[in-house]
């Protein structure tokens, strides 16, 4: 009899798992469960701990506290070669004396997988990553991008129930890591292995992951889909380090209603539990491609509008950003997209500033947000 998919343990579990090099907690107190079959990036800035978090999956370093467990058993004492895992590094690590197709069977040679099994399993793996025909080549012979589908060729032909792959398109350039990305994403749907993903490029995790996780210091300070978090951030953190953001003083007043500091009124999504945060000195997000520019500030904005002048607008083709001066003293960063030639303000020009409530979301003061636990999604 199947099991229904729900009752399946999570493919990876992480509970109150800490990781101290001497006076360093690399690692703070994590929980985490990542599904089967689920991609899963670990993002955040350098020294935040996902390295560290991802070799503790693999094995390679124990945890001062906590549990690690893997489809359910609790792996936390074990050695990497005897975790159902494997790891591609940044480095790629492949023999260099060994060809593309010796590279991939290794491990199943040295599991002693029948030989007739191996070429069809490896001939696979590489067929999967589009390097079909580069089976006798040596590393040196091929690109960082084909070296890199080799190590994932590599990795992936042991079938391991969770691949970690830490940075492993750091030592490639812009163009192949976005086609990179688009791929490997095709891959891991295809093989519905679980991928533990870390980086601190966040444009590949929100365009590869289910779901990702933004760690700080240590902590995990959001934790969901990556429109969840990169719309409804929960901290200031989380907001500025996935992509650019305004953050606004607001205050409430008596009745409940959020204002500017030039006293307009401003108004945010209630959706969800953000608008449950009564502190006198909240603050509102608001990412610069959602802001609406309009050339003058005799517009009747109303609500969720501001006036300004234009300190800078550079030109990107794609966009224009401005940097606007605001009535209050603070400035705005917006970007706008497939403006006529028309609609597009000067430096020095009066304009105003207009989005809509859903795109606005409440954060925490400074003093709430910090020591902040990690929301449970
Ligand atoms: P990066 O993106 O730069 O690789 P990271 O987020 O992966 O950073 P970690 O490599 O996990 O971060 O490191 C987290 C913290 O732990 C850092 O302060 C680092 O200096 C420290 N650290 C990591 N490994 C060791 C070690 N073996 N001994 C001492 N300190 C360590």
């Not at 490896?122 to 012979?141: I, T």
């Not at 992936?156 to 192949?176: F, S, T, Y």
């Not at 601190?200 to 990556?226: C, K, T, W, Y």
């Not at 500033?353 to 003093?367: D, E, M, N, Q």
Request: contains cysteine.
């Amino acid at each position: 009899m199947t099991e229904p998919l729900d009752t399946a343990p999570p493919a990876v579990t992480l509970r109150h798992v800490t990781k101290a090099f001497a006076e360093t907690r690399a690692v703070d107190d994590i929980d985490l469960d990542l599904g089967q079959g689920e991609f899963f990036a670990l993002l955040g800035p350098s020294g935040c701990g996902k390295t560290t978090t991802l070799r503790m999956v693999g094995g390679f370093e124990l945890p001062t506290e906590g549990r690690i467990l893997l489809g359910g058993q609790d792996v936390t004492m074990l050695p990497p070669y005897k975790r159902d895992v494997n790891t591609v590094f940044q480095s790629y690590a492949l023999f260099p004396h060994m060809t593309v197709a010796d590279n991939v069977a290794f491990g199943l040679r040295r599991k002693g997988v029948a030989s007739a099994d191996i070429t069809r399993r490896s001939e696979r793996m590489l067929d999967l990553v589009g390097l079909a025909g580069f089976a006798k080549r040596r590393p040196h012979q091929l690109s960082g991008g084909q070296q890199q589908r080799v190590a994932l060729a590599r990795a992936l032909v042991n079938e391991p129930k969770v691949l970690l792959l830490d940075e492993p398109m750091g030592a490639l350039d812009a163009k192949i890591r976005k086609s990179m990305q688009i791929e490997l994403k095709k891959i891991q749907q295809e093989v519905g292995i679980t991928f533990l993903y870390v980086t601190h490029d966040q444009n590949e995790a929100m365009s590869m992951a289910d779901r990702l996780a933004v760690m700080n210091g240590g902590r995990i300070e959001d934790i969901g889909a990556p429109q969840r978090v990169y719309d409804r951030p929960v901290t200031q953190f989380v907001a500025e380090f996935l992509g650019s953001c305004n953050i606004l003083p607001v205050q409430y007043d008596a009745a409940g209603v959020l204002h500017l500091p030039d006293g307009s009124p401003v108004l945010v999504a209630t959706d969800d539990d953000y608008h449950a945060i009564t502190a006198s000195d909240a603050r509102v997000g608001l990412r610069p491609e959602k802001l609406v520019v309009t050339r003058g500030d005799n517009v009747d904005g109303g609500v969720n509008s501001i006036r300004g002048v234009v300190r800078t607008a550079t030109y990107l083709g794609a966009s224009t950003d401005y940097e606007i001066e605001t009535s209050w003293g603070g400035v705005l960063k917006a970007f706008a997209q497939n403006l006529a030639d028309e609609h597009r303000a000067q430096p020095g020009e009066r304009v105003t500033v207009t989005w809509s409530a859903g795109h606005g979301f409440i954060l925490p003061s400074v003093a709430e947000s910090s020591g902040e636990a990690a929301p449970v999604t």
